[in-house]
């Protein structure tokens, strides 16, 4: 059974950093698309940003780009999300999500498994 758990998120304030952690278990996710998804209350859950899980081709939300980064190590299983310079408007629910294995090289619309998320508040 395919698990994915998200690191704790936290309090921080604005222009800090944070670092979320992504462990992936129960698959192979050689060939899968790992990504991090964003809800904020009373909004929809969009896309932070993706990567393919061998690392060749990553893409963000223009609202993100520079700020943050998506990483992989496949050893540990584990995908990664450096953000830097938060904003209060970067308060929201995180989501780690994963495809499984894929062999095409557009990027998903949807995806397959889902962590159960973690808060990160961004205080002014």
């Known amino acids: 059974q395919v698990q994915l758990v998200e690191s704790e998120g936290g309090l921080v304030q604005a222009g800090d950093s944070l670092k979320l952690s992504c462990a992936a278990s129960?698959?192979?996710?050689?060939?899968?698309?790992m990504a991090w998804f964003r809800q904020a209350p009373g909004k929809e859950r969009d896309l932070v940003a993706a990567?393919?899980?061998?690392?060749?081709?990553?893409r963000y939300a223009d609202s993100v780009k520079g700020r943050f980064t998506i990483s992989s190590d496949i050893a540990k299983n584990t995908v990664y999300l450096q953000m830097n310079s938060l904003k209060p408007e970067d308060t929201a629910v995180y989501y780690c999500?994963?495809?499984?294995?894929?062999?095409?090289?557009?990027?998903?619309?949807?995806?397959?498994?889902w962590g159960q998320g973690t808060q990160v508040t961004v205080s002014s």
């Open positions: 999500a994963a495809t499984r294995p894929r062999y095409t090289n557009d990027w998903p619309e949807y995806y397959d498994y």
């Open positions: 129960g698959g192979s996710f050689s060939n899968s698309v």
């Open positions: 990567i393919r899980w061998s690392g060749a081709g990553t």
